[in-house]
């Protein structure tokens, strides 16, 4: 299965041309659950094998659960009484960058990932600086691209 081509963005890495892609609007997972994180899909530009499923720590800036959010009271001044609550973040939110992709590309390549070769996808979990596998036996939802 190969990644849709409009939206993405290409990077050359190690000499070989990659693509990537993070969904513009949230899936429904990420958007009302506990699982609000960015994930980057990434294939190889001339020769597509293996896609790439990467999931960073980073939070979807549209997610709107409870790790990146919270109530807060509002109390009314002559009253002194909650009638009301906001949404505030609770979390900054950074930024993928193309930095961040190629050295993730490079960190999966070293552990096992073959971009040209047709199979699976390979799916990956960021935290921090460290990189490692996820089960192979997991599925990407399907309105994931």
């Known amino acids: 299965m190969s990644i ?14 990659f693509i990537w892609l993070i969904r513009r609007q949230p899936t429904n997972v990420q958007a009302d659950y506990a699982d609000g994180y960015l994930h980057v899909a990434v294939e190889h530009a001339t020769d597509p094998g ?5 999931i960073t720590d980073r939070l979807h800036p549209q997610g709107y659960s409870l790790i990146n959010s919270e109530l807060v009271p509002i109390q ?25 992709v190629a050295l993730w590309i490079k960190q999966a390549m070293e552990i096992g990932w073959l971009p040209k070769k047709s199979g699976i996808t390979f799916k990956v979990s960021v935290v ?6 996820a089960a192979t036996r997991e599925k990407i939802p399907l309105n994931f691209y």
């Open 50 to 54: 293996s896609v790439l499923v990467i």
């Open 128 to 133: 921090g600086s460290s990189m490692k596998k």
């Open 4 to 17: 849709p081509k409009k939206g993405t963005r290409k990077i050359i890495v190690n000499g070989e041309p």
């Open 76 to 100: 009314l001044q002559e009253l002194g009484e909650v009638r009301a609550w906001r949404i505030e973040p609770r979390y900054e939110i950074t930024a993928v960058t193309p930095k961040d």
